[in-house]
């Protein structure tokens, strides 16, 4: 007969004594796995919002770029390339470049390996009476793009105005009622309205667009344009001074003008709005930090407690399971069984005790902590499934089962056979 | 000599201070031999049994059986030579209530393991009458067949000696002499047999009777001039 068929003999006789012993070890191991459950959903719903968070700032600081894209164009453009003796107070004076220059720069730029620039649009601008209307206006000449051709070809950020149309400043077409579809007459030359802008606020309100080619022929600048705008430029920072490095070296007769106001308004806003994300981003990670120190706080009171309680409860059934049994130990005792055996007979049922409560409190401790941890990221539930965590409670339950039932074991060991023979 | 107690003292410590339970007391049973020790209530004899088992050590004196000194051996040792050597029998039984029959039979075999415990327990108990009592908890036996049971317990293992406290002390006659009868049969195939009680009826069944009172023997033929002698043989 082995200690094992006792063992499960008495229990099985004493169903309440284990019973008892049961829920105090399976109380006790729910409560650590189910805190820790906890712990872990909490950590697994912050990596959730954290990387929502991240996603949300990413998209976020997406559409910022966009929106500072078209902002930009909107605004002007980065760079502006001008003849070398063009004088700056005279362009600032007049809105426009009194000097020029060869259209084929614009090729040639665009034909470069240049890498800083992404958008190249030559025009022609000058300021003049448009006689028909008797009011001053800008007229500009332009082509649309120049397709860089070392580079991918990129969405073009202002179109060509075909040969025979006009696009017109919101103020001019305001005040000259014009629309979609009328026709204008310009310096002798007849024009269809193909757009009007919205109201911007600048000389853009009173300008004309119109093709290169034809304003080259009204101006009577045949093959002549006054200035090249670089849009998308990578010039915030000192990068401004590779640009220009870049320019002079194709086109050394040319000067470079920075719209710096605009480029750093853009970066500034973009790192601004970065920053206020990253503090949101840095907020939220410090809300649930301090949420889950708390969750720890009290999981790492309760527990104790909660552990330190079921041992003390465990300590006395195993007291009052020895003292019920005084008389089995002395005739076991009578018969031959060491102590020895009577110990392993108390702690081999503490480990069984333990084994069975360490497996039934994680299964409860693995639920209840994953049905109060309200976590979305897997609606399974697997996420709580934590072999370290059962093989945890599996090693602690039994420990603290045997630890309880050292004492009981040692008085049933030390227990005097012919005291207990006699007394009972 | 198969039991030998040599001077075997032991005292408890009572309310007016140490008492002597069992004084000087020398006894000699062989194989073969069924001794009985008659006395009252609180006279020694239990604790003369008990002491003689190796439970209970001794304040002074040595037990020898089968010519080892038991209380020269460590607890672990004493319990081995038990578990081989010593069987017990109670006026209480001590069945283990949670087994069967079968199983408190088999319970010595956890201290000493041996060969075919399972069909020596039941050929035990076909002998003391049992085999339709095998799967049976005590609780749903009778007394008599509780304590056929624990005889059938208390020879597993062949011992050489029987420690007999009491066993027909909660029997009807009937019964009692079942029990008797098997001791004796116990003792007539070389074991050797120690019965205290207090059951006159006991008494016809042993080879030989010893008197005892507060602690000490007392022979028969002294019995009636109160003169006392601690030393008794039985050969």
């Known amino acids: 007969m082995s200690i094992w068929h006792l063992i499960l003999r008495e229990i099985f006789h004493r169903k309440l004594n284990f019973g008892l012993g049961l829920i105090s070890v399976v109380i006790a191991v729910t409560c650590l796995t189910g805190a820790m459950t906890l712990l872990r959903a909490h950590d697994l719903e912050t990596d959730r919002i954290v990387a929502e968070r991240e996603a949300e700032t990413a998209q976020r600081m997406k559409e910022l770029e966009d929106d500072y894209r078209k902002m930009m164009l909107k605004m002007g453009f980065n760079v502006l390339i001008l003849p070398q003796d063009q004088n700056l107070g005279d362009l600032y004076a007049d809105d426009f470049a009194s000097h020029y220059m060869p259209e084929e720069y614009a090729t040639r730029l665009a034909n470069s390996k240049i890498v800083t620039i992404n958008h190249l649009l030559p025009s022609l601008q000058q300021k003049l009476k448009w006689p028909e209307q008797q009011r001053t206006i800008i007229l500009i000449g332009t082509r649309g793009e120049v397709p860089l051709l070392h580079r991918d070809m990129k969405k073009p950020l202002l179109d060509a105005v075909p040969p025979g149309t006009v696009v017109v400043g919101h103020e001019l077409a305001q005040s000259l009622k014009l629309s979609k579809g009328d026709k204008i007459t310009l310096l002798g030359r007849d024009f269809t309205v193909t757009t009007t802008y919205e109201e911007r606020g600048s000389k853009d309100d009173i300008t004309l667009w119109i093709d290169l080619k034809e304003a080259q022929d009204l101006l009577g600048k045949t093959g002549q344009i006054n200035a090249i705008l670089a849009l998308e430029c990578e010039c915030a920072g000192d990068r401004l001074a590779q640009i220009r490095r870049e320019i002079s070296a194709i086109l050394p007769d040319t000067q470079v003008i920075e719209f710096a106001s605009q480029a750093l308004a853009r970066a500034e806003a973009r790192n601004r709005a970065a920053d206020e994300a990253e503090a949101a981003l840095l907020a939220e990670k410090h809300n649930r930090a301090e949420m889950r120190s708390r969750q720890e706080s009290f999981a790492s009171i309760l527990v104790p407690l909660v552990v330190l309680g079921a041992a003390a409860w465990l300590a006395t059934l195993g007291i009052a399971n020895v003292r019920s049994r005084l008389a089995e130990i002395g005739i076991l005792r009578a018969i031959g069984v060491r102590g020895s055996q009577i110990m392993l007979l108390f702690l081999q049922k503490a480990i069984l005790l333990g084994l069975v409560g360490g497996a039934i409190g994680y299964l409860a401790g693995v639920m209840i902590g994953a049905s109060l941890g309200d976590v979305v990221v897997a609606e399974n539930g697997l996420w709580a499934w934590d072999p370290a965590l059962l093989l945890m409670a599996l090693l602690v339950a039994p420990v603290l089962s045997v630890v309880a039932s050292w004492i009981p074991a040692i008085l049933a060991t030390r227990q005097d056979p012919a005291l207990a023979l006699r007394e009972s | ?235």
């Open chain 2, 1 to 235: 000599m198969l039991l030998g107690v040599q001077r075997l003292t032991k005292q408890y410590r009572g309310p007016d201070g140490r008492v002597d339970a069992v004084s000087e007391v020398s006894l000699e049973v062989d194989a073969g031999h069924f001794v009985a020790i008659r006395g009252p209530s609180g006279c020694g004899k239990t604790t003369l049994l008990l002491a003689a088992g190796g439970l209970l050590k001794p304040d002074d004196g040595q037990v020898m059986v089968e010519g080892q000194n038991l209380y020269s051996l460590s607890p672990e040792q004493r319990a081995q030579f038990r578990a081989k050597r010593i069987g017990f029998v109670f006026q209480q039984f001590h069945l283990v209530p949670y087994l069967s029959v079968l199983e408190n039979v088999r319970v010595p075999s956890m201290a000493w393991p041996m060969e075919n415990a399972a069909a020596r327990a039941q050929e035990l108990l076909e002998m003391l009458g049992m085999s339709h009592r095998l799967h049976h908890k005590p609780d749903a036996l009778s007394t008599g067949e509780r304590q056929r049971t624990a005889l059938a317990r208390a020879l597993l293992n062949r011992p050489g000696l029987l420690l007999a406290d009491e066993p027909t002390g909660n029997l009807d006659r009937e019964n009692a002499e079942g029990v008797l009868q098997f001791l004796t049969q116990f003792a007539h195939d070389g074991g050797a047999v120690l019965l205290v009680t207090h059951d006159d009826y006991a008494l016809g069944f042993a080879d030989r009777t010893i008197k005892m009172r507060e602690g000490r023997f007392h022979s028969a033929s002294e019995e009636a001039t109160d003169e006392t002698t601690n030393e008794a043989n039985v050969s």
